[in-house]
């Protein structure tokens, strides 16, 4: 005979939480390749000139030819978002990949350091993280003058600083696990021990970060584009759409739908990979330990 | 009379795989029953059924599962039931003290949330064995020692005042006194009234606690009575395994006088303090060419730091150290490492999880380039074929069994061809089947190539089965060394005479008459 309140309340439980991280990731991961996949493809899908004027009525509302209007130049603003993704997207991700490379680097440094070393190179760290990020990419923004590889610059300056932090406390606590302690007394180099021992235990928990401060980049380069101090027009840049269609908020309110859905839906497919990547690799690293 | 506990049918099984397969259990009040079980007999989950923690994915069925309390009957498959009952009814040992406790929170406190009234800290506190409870009640859970810990969490246990106390495997972080100690405090309990249940794989515990023994082989109870019935003459085959399989029924080490031999290891006067408390006092040792000694002492009493200063992942404050002829002062540990290699505690988890078993058998040779990646890869099946592994150099620590892993550690330790092994506790991860697998294992392998090895445990019957001579670590220094044969007529310090007592020569002549 089945006991109905033990085994209903271990499935109520627990089965909600197994699915969660892979339906989190999936539908993350589906939503982010779109829009990957279509501001990639922005040359062949986007019907119309993105910084061409006049292409249509100016600043007419979404119909059969312009899926999102145009705006008050008469500039297709389909087109506009797709080709802007390739701004956002692409140069935040090659941003993203400078910072985690440098991230990783400083926090593998101060990780295998001695501990005076290792208590400066954290210190400084901190400092880093603690500084509001947005404040040095406006004072860098100051210095070289607005425009979106001046954001991505200052960004690059500080964004570095929270995989340094985790890469950091990663490498101690891996080099502590039994099995390093065991491959040293065996005589292991620092090569071997950062290939085998460290990097495993890293790739999953610098994935999650990533996804995390990825979507947080995106809405700050485009919080930044809004204020006017990155992308400059006429480029199309989903920040500086969404600025431009501020101005016209009262006559063409249409115009705010494609930009703000994008920053929208990719920094909610980010957060989604992100969280759901944290849920799956937690249960496969317990699923390891056990 | 109605039992406390009954249990019927209690099966519970994970992803249809079936751990638990119909078990009966019936405890009166102030029984003490021993579940005794290899690993994978599925004791610890009859201990969480009891306590309703069975994790995911686990089912759980059974035709009944009741406790009697003073307000009758209480049905702990009814939702809730669980609540009112752990803490209250259910008091638990659990099998890691240390992880069982709230680092952070004061003693006193974790006491009073399971007791209720602040007054009965100090009472609990000295029937856990504490002489002068009111320090340890004022200090946070982390900063208790392992001993200590255990005697904090059995208080925890009994501080609701419960009617049954389940252990899961109380005695294996313990050393000897320790464990006798708390089997002494679980039995006063069960003079008391309270019914003990506790699960254990060590038979040593089951001889000196159980008023029953109840013996889970794959699920089922194959076998259950007195311990002088169960263990004296058992009658299943899991039983006969438990209780003949064990350290002290094998034979001790033949020594091999191997004269002329270079000295293995020498050291004198290490000193190691850490904040101002010395835990290494000016401590000398040799063992010399084909020599096994052991290194055996208390839990606290510096036998980790000693070994982790011999492995070069500690710098001793002063002291000499030279390994198989080696001065790693002047020349390096790496060039020590090339001669001395590790046999760990936890084999599982001294195994990279993402490495396959021939690689991490070939890890020491890539260490100290030896040879090519081809002859390499050929030493280490060789290697692995040597403690039984051939055909398994593929697989991953996960698909490989403790047993398995044990092996996989040892054929590592064997790769360089050391002069010298160095063993830290390499028993105490283990039940006792799998430490007397080990003992041959090592004994063979030690013997085959002429090696010394030095062994770290506080198990006295792993060393006497391993070691030609035996060194009791007390305070940072030797109090005693002598050679096994002598070891029980002439230990004179009454640390060694604590341990011996705690490990005597076959603990289950008292039972088994």
């Known amino acids: 005979m089945t006991v109905p309140g033990l085994s209903s309340t271990v499935g109520r439980r627990r089965l909600p939480v197994v699915g969660r991280g892979r339906g989190l990731l999936t539908a993350g991961a589906v939503l982010l390749s779109i829009v990957v996949l279509a501001t990639l493809s922005a040359p062949w899908l986007a019907p119309f000139d993105p910084v061409a004027q006049g292409v249509g009525p100016r600043s007419a509302p979404p119909d059969g030819e312009h899926w999102l209007g145009t705006d008050r130049f008469g500039r297709d603003t389909a087109s506009r978002v797709l080709h802007g993704g390739q701004n956002t997207l692409l140069q935040t991700g090659a941003t993203m990949l400078a910072v985690i490379a440098i991230g990783a680097a400083v926090g593998i440094a101060v990780g295998l350091a001695g501990p005076r070393l290792d208590d400066l190179g954290r210190r400084l760290v901190d400092g880093v993280v603690a500084f509001p990020a947005v404040i040095v990419i406006l004072a860098f923004v100051g210095l070289r003058g607005p425009s979106l590889s001046a954001v991505l610059g200052g960004a690059l300056l500080v964004w570095w600083a929270p995989f340094a932090r985790l890469t950091r406390s990663l490498v101690r606590s891996a080099l502590a696990e039994s099995s390093a302690v065991a491959a040293r007394a065996l005589g292991a180099g620092r090569a071997h021990l950062l290939r085998t021992e460290v990097g495993p235990r890293l790739v999953g928990p610098l994935a999650v970060l990533t996804a995390v401060e990825a979507g947080q980049l995106i809405a700050t380069v485009a919080g930044l584009s809004f204020l006017g101090m990155g992308a400059q027009p006429p480029a199309a840049e989903w920040g500086a759409m969404l600025a431009e269609a501020r101005g016209a908020a009262l006559t063409s309110p249409h115009l705010v739908l494609g930009p703000g859905l994008a920053v929208l839906v990719t920094v909610f497919a980010l957060t989604c990979v992100g969280e759901g990547l944290r849920d799956v690799l937690d249960r496969s690293a317990q699923a390891v330990a056990s | ?513």
């Open chain 2, 1 to 513: 009379m109605t039992p406390l506990l009954s249990v019927r049918g209690l099966t519970v099984d994970y992803a249809g795989r079936t751990v638990l397969d119909g078990v009966d259990l019936e405890v009166e009040a102030g029984e003490a029953v021993v579940v005794l079980g290899g690993s994978g007999s599925g004791k610890s989950t009859l201990l969480r059924a009891l306590l309703g923690m069975v994790p995911a994915p686990g089912r759980v069925q059974a035709g009944e599962l009741a406790l009697q309390t003073d307000a009758g009957r209480l049905d702990l498959t009814a939702s809730g039931a669980w609540r009112r009952a752990r803490g209250r009814e259910i008091g638990m040992v659990f099998q890691d003290p240390a992880l069982a406790l709230t680092p952070l929170r004061r003693v006193g406190s974790l006491l009073t949330e399971v007791s209720g009234d602040p007054a009965r800290t100090e009472p609990l506190l000295r029937a856990s064995g504490f002489a002068d409870p009111a320090p340890v009640a004022a200090r946070r859970a982390f900063e208790l020692s392992g001993g200590m810990a255990q005697r904090v969490g059995f208080g925890l246990a009994v501080a609701g005042e419960p009617r049954l106390v389940l252990a899961d495997e109380p005695t294996t972080a313990l050393d000897g006194p320790a464990r006798e100690e708390l089997v002494t405090r679980l039995r006063e309990r069960a003079a008391a009234g309270t019914a003990v249940v506790l699960v254990t794989h060590d038979v040593t515990v089951a001889a000196a606690l159980a008023d029953r023994v109840v013996v889970l082989h794959r699920g089922r109870i194959v076998e259950q009575g007195t311990p002088a019935r169960v263990l004296g003459d058992p009658a299943h085959e899991a039983t006969r395994s438990l209780a003949r399989d064990v350290p002290w029924a094998l034979p001790a080490r033949h020594p091999a006088p191997r004269p002329g031999d270079a000295v293995a290891i020498r050291v004198r006067g290490l000193t190691k303090s850490y904040a101002g408390a010395p835990v290494l006092d000016g401590l000398d040792l040799d063992v010399g060419g084909g020599e096994v000694v052991g290194i055996a002492g208390r839990s606290g009493g510096g036998k980790t730091t000693l070994l982790r200063c011999l492995l070069g992942l500690e710098r001793p404050d002063a002291g000499e150290l030279r390994l198989a002829g080696i001065d790693p002062a002047a020349q390096g540990w790496q060039a020590v490492r090339r001669a001395v290699q590790l046999v760990p505690q936890d084999p599982r988890a001294s195994l990279n999880p993402w490495r396959t078993a021939a690689q991490l058998v070939a890890d020491p040779l890539d260490f100290h380039r030896i040879g090519t990646r081809a002859t390499r890869r050929a030493r280490a099946r060789e290697l692995l074929a040597a403690v039984g592994l051939d055909g398994l150099a593929d697989r991953r620590p996960n698909a490989l069994s403790t047993g398995q892993c044990q092996r996989v550690a040892i054929a590592r330790a064997l790769a360089v061809r050391p002069r010298v092994l160095v063993a830290d506790e390499p028993a105490s991860a283990l039940d006792v089947t799998l430490q007397a697998e080990l003992i041959r294992v090592l004994s063979r392998v030690v013997a085959e190539h002429g090696m010394a090895a030095l062994v770290v445990s506080h198990d006295l019957h792993v060393l006497e089965r391993l070691c030609d001579r035996i060194a009791v670590l007390d305070g940072g220094r030797l109090v005693e060394d002598l050679p096994v044969a002598r070891l029980r007529s002439d230990a004179a310090h009454t640390r060694t005479r604590d341990l011996l007592a705690a490990y005597p020569t076959d603990p289950l002549t008292g039972v088994a008459g």
